[in-house]
């Protein structure tokens, strides 16, 4: 009777938070850094223009240094800084603000971590442009279990035909 109550209570558990795929420190504390978007974001002007680029809106580094330190800091990270990237939830590529410290996190190195996330906002930039996901829906999926769609992505488990749920905005 003990072992189906213990049961029940980790069921019960699991199903009040989604479980997530890959290390602890490669997502950001919805709390802290919950994502955000370029405000008035036009995708057709700026991140699906093939003469836009996100170097015209990329923060200087002595911002994102400085910034990573005082947020390892805060995230209780320990460690070289060099370990890890000063990372957009929502990407630059995708539309993310590039400067709002509620877009920027210390993300490690280690894997899964930062390069493979950088893989996959390239992919799911390809379906914003294509209009299968909105920005917002693209962010808020990547914020919330990125590794996962990694996953799905370069498994082949998610199709060219595929079309996601774009009704977060």
């Known amino acids: ?21 890959g290390a602890g420190v490669s997502y950001p504390d919805p709390k802290r850094t919950p994502g955000k978007l370029i405000d008035n974001l036009d995708i057709n002007k700026t991140i699906c223009n093939s003469s836009w680029r996100t170097g015209e809106i990329r923060p200087p580094s002595s911002y994102t240094s400085s910034l990573k330190i005082k947020q390892m800091k805060e995230y209780g990270f320990t460690g070289s800084p060099s370990a890890f990237e000063e990372d957009h939830v929502c990407s630059l590529t995708n539309g993310g603000d ?24 390239l992919s799911v930039h ?12 693209a962010c808020k999926r990547i914020a919330n279990n990125w590794y996962q769609w990694y996953q799905e992505v370069f498994k082949g ?13």
């Open 1 to 21: 009777v003990i072992i189906l109550v213990i049961l029940g209570v980790g069921l019960y558990i699991n199903s009040l938070h989604k479980l997530k795929i």
């Open 98 to 121: 590039p400067v709002s410290p509620l877009n920027l996190w210390p993300q490690t190195y280690l894997q899964p971590g930062a390069r493979e996330k950088d893989k996959l906002e």
């Open 126 to 137: 390809k379906l914003i442009c294509e209009k299968k996901i909105t920005p917002l829906a």
């Open 157 to 169: 488990k998610l199709g060219s035909e595929t079309v996601i749920d774009t009704d977060d905005e």
